[in-house]
């Protein structure tokens, strides 16, 4: 977008009569350079460029130290798509007027376009010392943000910002800029600026609603694609905001809804088709996927999303080395994100593992976690787990409060991520007795609302101390209230987000009869698995072999903690053993749940239950062996990881 069509000085209406008044003039003075510059830019503000660059020429010709005329042929090309002669043309206008400064900034983007970027960086820093204002960082900012220059990017966003602090476009610019290195909760405060600054910007609600679909907050990311689509019903990224978080909930048809009016509000939206092929991926329609996938995957715009979902395809149609030609070839393009770059390398290291060439497959997951935004603080987390071993020491039942809702059975599924958690409740959850809920995020809701609500002056687990057994057990009714709607009165339910294995102290307080298990898996493969995964969220952790390995050991440790001190039914149950001996594993299971054995949980597989997890292409699979010792493929790229074999 170019900053201006003029060269600052007031440009002429573009009214026909005003065209056919500078015509005549220019007939009696065919030699005016003024009236052929001024009738160009009738013919530029009406869209008719082939006109405007005639008419630009002309003026060149009768004047070429009119900086202006070469200004006004450069905006020509450019929005002619035709950057190397916009470049051109911006460059003998500064020649001639070495101090204009929209002339600097349209050749500093021109030159982006063009690959150029020390070049573009030289010419916007000229324009910023010369006129500082928050257009001029902005465009500064945007360059960096291209040239995947994170921090850079952030510093001219917040100069722009310091200048004009209620612009709701630079606070979702760097919102944008945030969201696409996975500072999510900084995303999601830029955004939350945004709507401050313009409660009606439709733009800004649907962004806020992204950022809490990709950290899993479904309620909020519907309440803000609800409000953009209040502002504008057709709002196309909206409708599918709204497909997608009811996909998550489970809500095929109601998502295929809101994806079809995306459709019908607009046909070519590559995010509609690309939510559609994903909703047939998953439910095992593939060449439906591929189908509506086909006209995305076939043209020009590089599209990260679509291009994940076709990798899917390929891999479960095993026609890997179609997938890898086809990403390999886009992933050469120079103008990609550092969001869209990590999603082709992950889904290429997928395919390089289905395919067997493992050290290219390594080479991916490893460039696609490299690009991934770093937030684990390894002496924090070691700090955490003292600090809840500490509070919940060997007599803790005895020192806390504990709620009164002795008769509820929540079923939680904790564990190290990749552990199996998903195949645990997909097998439970076919059982006519139990409801799998998914990862719900409401035990670490229940925890910031302590601090928030009931101790602000003490963090969580400290707060505990304090507490009360009816505050305990309104927190409680809280959890049940929450969770009503995801299964029957008469079914046990499942809670399977993996890090609630941080919350079991205060489970076992709020529900004295949870029933807990605790999935284990080889813990090589557990860390390799989660290096592979391209998670939602903030998983800090998994970037990163070294830190992974820390992680395990502290989940490690506090797991061998509970394990002596919680008072409440606790199941080991290892995935191997699930994978080796299925109806033994799966029958401990459902014992364990103190219900019936029922031989549907052997064909968890033929589920038509939605699993919004990592997991979701392979509880849709009979049992495999292939994910066991996996580990052994990588051992040459794993030393950091090799020691924790001691722990299996």
Partial sequence: MLVSSGPGQQP????PRSRKRLQKALKLAPGFAESSYNLALTYQLSGMLAE???YFRKTIELKPSLAEGHYGLGNCYFNLGKPSQAAAAYKAALARRPDFIDAKFNLGIALQNLGELDAAESILLSAVQQGNTAAAHLHLGRLYKAGNQQQKAIDSYTRALDIEPTSASAWIQLGSLYESIGQMDLARGAYSKAIECDPRLVEAHHKLGAVYFQTSDLPRAQQCFEKALELDNTHTDSLVGMGSVKVSQGHLEEGLEYTNRAIASDSGNFNALTLKAKIYEQTGKLDEALETLQPVVDGSTVNAAAAAVYANICHSKKQYHDGITYLEKILQHNNLSSWEQQQFRFALGKLYDA???YDAAFSHYRAGNEL???RYLP?????RTD??????????????????RTEERPVFIVGMPRSGTSLVEQILSRHPKISGGGELTFMHDITVRMKAEIDPDQHYPDCLETMTSDELSLLADEYLEKSSGLHSNNTLLTDKLPKNFLHLGLISLLFPSAIVIHCQRNPIDTCLSCYFQDFLGDLGFSYDLEHLAHYYREYSRLMQHWGSVLEIPFLNINYEELIQEQEKASRKLVAFCDIEWDPQCLEFSASDRFVRTASYDQVRRPIYNSSVERWKHYQNHIAPLL??????
């Fill in 12 to 15: 002429v209406r573009a009214l």
């Fill in 379 to 383: 002496g924090q987390e070691t700090a």
């Fill in 643 to 648: 020691p924790l074999i001691e722990q299996k």
């Fill in 387 to 404: 600090r809840i071993i500490e509070i919940f020491s060997r007599n803790y039942r005895g020192r806390l409060a504990s709620s009164i």
């Fill in 372 to 374: 991934k935004f770093c």
């Fill in 52 to 54: 405007a660059i005639k």
């Fill in 355 to 357: 395919a067997g060439e």
